[in-house]
């Protein structure tokens, strides 16, 4: 794993480590595109490097180092056994101090704490070659297990933690692993930076990196390092470490099988549909295609995937609440598109001040949650296992959907990835779609359509709430600020609502004779839901800038059209629901007001893929190779066939379409093109006509 030039290169990285997070990823200054940004598909270094600034300005409110929390629980996957347990373990890493508090663990039984180094390019399985070092052992005092220990700080300097695993006392990580917690992406981005020990926590699996053969984060050096990068030689496609991990997170979000059922993160979030699917999109697939691995392996006929509603409706099954009794235990949900992952998508709502932690540990958060998890994916915010992070996501979505059989075991029904195919999975994931939310209020008096003014002005007026009328206050941005995720009560926080979509009467997939769809009790899976099902009943407020395109509507794709979505409001199920809708005073909007507010959305929509379009076509105008200079056209084209359709489903913008569809043209062209210069002539046109159809919506 070690280099000469490493030894060099940490001297000289030393002395800028504290600048280092800060340079590595601070972007580039000119507008000029970057070569080698293509090749990274809808991925987008920029995007990563604004996810992670936030995620650094956050880290450093809380204390950086001095304080960096780890969320430890039960491990779907991973652990073994099945606990409730849950807790926390904060690291000083500076001073070398280390505290672990878990509730829920048996007191008649002993129990370790484990800190583990794996060996790279293993699997996050444990092995006999990871460097596994026990720190302690837990306490109770009262309810509460804790263990303080203070290893010192050069410890730190050496040992790249991985894992913190909690385990029956006397036994190794190997043999138990009762509770687990992870490092994410971002902690090892700005820890290497910080310690200048970069070689150490080379994680990436050699074979994976040819020819370089260097870890991550010894290949993330080099970006701001020349005489390095140099040594690695010209990777095709992705020049610095950082994108040519982007572009393996690709590769492996879309080619990746695991060794299980030859399903990939592809066949449900596809890269040519906004990273999701739908019945129509669906109805297009061959039957030998993986979505259909219940038609055609035996060991998944049963209680895998319910077929039927798959087809009619793009309804994907869920063990949300675990894999005991598949037969009843599992909820139908839509897939989520994965773009806009921004951070205050992410981040749960903080926890009611001076709360008493849940018999299980978990910490009540102000919106009716619990922390962990710590982090809100899926349509519950509960979709990721052990502590809730988008990293964990990946390995529940492997146990999930990936099996041979319903075992569910590694190895045998699936591999397990290694650390570093988790940082570059969480790399591309992290650098899809929007950078950053919109202001509707500064956007409003540019939009060029009466309509579309008017849905801001609803979207954003808050009624009786704010000391105003009732007429025509649409109060969408209470909880939707700015058509992201995050929320006005609770900003750059994502909050969970009981909207009661699950009390909607006549919801297509229940009037399917014969098909059980049991009711959906959204986050959690400990009780029974007001609304129906496990769980508290709530769900996580969607970002809706991307919604327009990527419908039906809800977590279980209930409603099919952007204007049925918003009319939702209205509902009696809406107004009576246990969460906000009685508490806000209601929400009732004429018909025309509910165009308005769809014909908002479905123009951010049509906003956000001219923008994406428009960073493919620049990218085609440097791509290296006609293939590459196609995919990217494929996807350029895509974008603009949804904004036309987007418009045309609205009756908006005519003349805009009409420019779409002369760039869409253009873009295709460009793709089929063997010669360079022409494609970047093909491509300019692209981008003036993109530019004229954005013009006549919103004035720049
Ligand atoms: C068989 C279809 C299928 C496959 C394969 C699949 N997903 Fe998903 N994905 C879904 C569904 C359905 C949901 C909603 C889950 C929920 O609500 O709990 C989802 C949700 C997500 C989310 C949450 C998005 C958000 O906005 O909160 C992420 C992230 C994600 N998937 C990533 C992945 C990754 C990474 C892989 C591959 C390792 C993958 N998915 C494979 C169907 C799939
Ligand atoms: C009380 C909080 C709250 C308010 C107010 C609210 N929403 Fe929502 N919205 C949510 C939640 C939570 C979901 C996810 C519900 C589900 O899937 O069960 C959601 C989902 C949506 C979706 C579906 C997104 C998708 O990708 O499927 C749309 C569209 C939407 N809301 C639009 C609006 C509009 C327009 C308004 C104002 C008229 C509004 N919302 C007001 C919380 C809210």
Redesign the pocket.
């Known amino acids: 794993m070690k280099i000469k030039a490493l030894k060099l290169l940490t001297l000289v990285c030393l002395l800028i480590a504290c600048a280092l997070p800060v340079l590595f990823l601070s972007g580039r200054a000119s507008s000029e595109p970057d070569p080698s940004l293509a090749g990274i598909g809808l991925g987008s270094l920029e995007t990563f490097n604004t996810n992670y600034k936030a995620w650094e300005a956050e880290y450093l409110k809380k204390g950086g180092d001095q304080n960096m929390v780890l969320a430890m629980g039960w491990f779907k996957g991973l652990s073994t056994g099945n606990s409730y347990a849950s807790g926390l373990a904060k690291f000083n890493l500076v001073e070398g101090n280390v505290s672990v508090a878990i509730n829920g663990l048996s007191k008649d039984e002993g129990w370790d704490v484990w800190l583990v180094d794996s060996a790279a390019g293993r699997s996050i399985s444990l092995e006999s070659d990871d460097n596994m070092w026990r720190l302690g052992s837990l306490k109770h005092e009262g309810k509460v297990a804790t263990l303080i220990a203070s290893p010192g700080k050069d410890v730190f300097k050496t040992f790249d933690m991985d894992l913190v695993i909690v385990t029956k006392a006397g036994k190794n990580p190997i043999e138990d692993r009762t509770l687990i917690g992870t490092t994410s992406l971002f902690h090892r981005v700005y820890r290497s930076g910080q310690r200048g020990q970069f070689g150490v926590l080379a994680d990436a699996d050699p074979a994976r990196t040819e020819p370089d053969k260097r870890g991550f984060f010894q290949r993330m050096i080099d970006t701001i390092s020349p005489t390095a990068s140099a040594q690695i030689g010209p990777v095709p496609n992705a020049t610095t470490p950082l994108q040519q991990s982007i572009a393996r997170g690709r590769l492996s979000f879309f080619n990746e099988t695991f060794n299980g059922n030859g399903r990939t993160c592809g066949t449900c979030h596809r890269e040519n549909g906004n990273l999701t699917i739908d019945a129509e999109f669906i109805d297009d697939l061959p039957p030998n295609d993986p979505l259909f691995v219940a038609e055609f392996v035996p060991a998944l006929a049963n209680n895998f995937e319910n077929p039927v509603l798959m087809r009619k409706f793009g309804l994907i099954l869920e063990n949300a609440d675990g894999f005991d009794n598949p037969a009843s235990n599992f909820v139908m949900r839509?897939v989520?598109h994965t773009l806009a992952l921004l951070q205050n998508t992410l981040t749960p709502v903080g926890p009611v001040p001076g709360a008493t932690p849940n018999p299980d540990g978990s910490i009540p958060s102000q919106d009716g949650t619990t922390t962990p998890p710590n982090e809100r994916t899926g349509?519950g915010g509960d979709g990721a296992p052990g502590t809730g992070t988008l990293r964990e996501f990946i390995i529940g979505a492997i146990v999930q959907h990936y099996p041979k059989t319903l075992n569910r075991q590694a190895p045998g029904d699936f591999r397990m990835p290694t650390t570093g195919e988790l940082d570059d999975l969480e790399a591309f994931q992290k650098s899809l779609g929007r950078r950053a939310d919109l202001n509707l209020a500064a956007m409003q008096p540019k939009f060029k359509n009466e309509v579309v003014k008017k849905g801001v002005e609803i979207?954003n007026n808050g009624g009786s709430v704010l000391g105003g009328s009732d007429a025509g206050a649409?109060?969408?941005f209470?909880?939707?600020l700015n058509a992201g995720g995050s929320d006005f009560f609770f900003p750059g926080q994502n909050a969970?609502?009981n909207?009661n979509?699950e009390g909607l009467p006549a919801q297509p997939a229940d009037l399917v004779p014969g098909q059980l769809n049991p009711q959906d009790g959204?986050f959690g899976r400990n009780g029974i839901s007001p609304t129906g099902g496990f769980g508290n009943g709530?769900?996580?407020?969607?970002v809706?800038v991307e919604?327009a395109d990527?419908?039906p509507?809800?977590?279980?794709n209930s409603i099919e059209t952007?204007e049925g979505?918003?009319d939702f409001?209205n509902s009696t199920a809406f107004n009576t629901s246990p969460?906000?809708?009685a508490l806000?005073g209601g929400?009732k909007?004429e018909a025309t007001e509910v165009v308005a507010?769809a014909a908002l959305?479905r123009v951010i929509n049509v906003l956000e893929n001219e923008r994406s379009a428009r960073d493919l076509i620049d990218r085609i105008k440097i791509a290296t190779s006609q293939a590459q200079a196609k995919e990217l056209a494929d996807l350029a084209v895509a974008e603009i066939d949804d904004a036309i359709e987007v418009l045309e489903g609205g009756g908006l913008h005519r003349p805009a379409q009409k420019d779409f569809a002369k760039a869409r043209g253009n873009a295709q062209k460009a793709g089929s093109l063997a010669n360079a210069s022409q494609r970047i002539t093909e491509a300019n046109k692209a981008l003036a006509n993109l530019t004229t159809a954005k013009d006549d919506i919103i004035d720049p």
Not at 538 to 542: A, I
Not at 553 to 556: A, I, S
């Open positions: 839509g989520p349509w979207f649409g109060k969408c209470f909880c939707h969970n609502f909207t979509v959204g709530s769900f996580n407020t969607p809706l919604a990527t419908g509507f809800f977590h279980n952007i979505a918003v409001y969460g906000f809708g806000i929400i909007l507010v959305l």
